[in-house]
């Protein structure tokens, strides 16, 4: 009930393209869901994140869609480019606690 | 904002030593950071959670005795991976709470330990 399942593990995509990046979870006691970024050798940094009292939140090209029923939240990178190239990371967490437990992955690679 | 720096990037150590990895919070007072294991292609795993002035509180199935861990003031935790183990070989990651940070935490760039 502590996972959270992300997929795919890996996208390719051309540059401009869309990537999408999917994951779920079971705990409904989770209200804070952010999205890390992950370069080769250096530590996440946090991308965007959101609660479930919205359904949607943008910031710049990044955008998390969340659908609270199906306990499930995506992120979308409009207009990709090959700098977004790196390691996607959500993560979810209960307000209050510490602890944030990171989906699997999903090492992107965006073409020029 | 909120800067965490890890040292070393990365160490190489032979079987049997003892490899110590330094995080430091540069422009705030952490009392708490939290060490994460992270494994080629795999996701962060919390090891455990250190608190400064007490001792740390150990994920399930980490070894406390292996993975010690002293947070002996507000801007500095240490990690010291002892008598390692080529299995012990991964990529380390400390972060530390500040309010001010996007999202509350700052993940160091992390050490990659190699043991040989």
């Known amino acids: 009930q502590q996972q959270v399942k992300q997929s795919p593990q890996s996208l390719i995509v051309q540059k401009g393209g869309i990537p999408i990046i999917n994951c779920a979870y079971e705990?409904?006691?989770?209200?804070?869901f952010p999205w890390y970024q992950q370069f080769p050798g250096k530590g996440p940094a946090l991308l965007i994140a959101i609660r479930p009292d919205v359904s949607e939140k943008k910031e710049g090209r990044f955008t998390i869609s969340f659908n609270k029923s199906a306990k499930q939240f995506s992120l979308h990178i409009m207009d990709s480019q090959p700098g977004d190239s790196a390691t996607y990371f959500c993560a979810a967490a209960t307000s209050g606690t510490y602890k944030y437990i990171f989906g699997t992955g999903t090492r992107l690679k965006v073409l020029a | 904002g909120a800067v965490v720096s890890q040292h070393p990037s990365r160490v190489i150590c032979k079987s049997g030593t003892s490899v110590k990895i330094e995080c430091r919070s540069l422009d705030f007072q952490a009392t708490t950071m939290f060490w994460y294991r992270q494994f080629p292609k795999k996701s962060l795993m919390l090891m455990a959670t250190s608190n400064e002035g007490s001792k740390a509180t150990y994920e399930q199935g980490v070894e406390k005795d292996k993975f010690l861990i002293n947070h002996a003031s507000l801007t500095l935790s240490t990690l010291t991976v002892t008598s390692a183990h080529p299995e012990d070989s991964s990529f380390y990651i400390c972060?530390?709470?500040?309010?001010?940070?996007?999202?509350?935490?700052?993940f160091g760039s992390g050490t990659r330990l190699t043991v040989v």
């Open positions: 705990n409904t006691a989770f209200d804070y």
């Open positions: 972060s530390a709470y500040e309010d001010s940070a996007p999202g509350g935490y700052t």
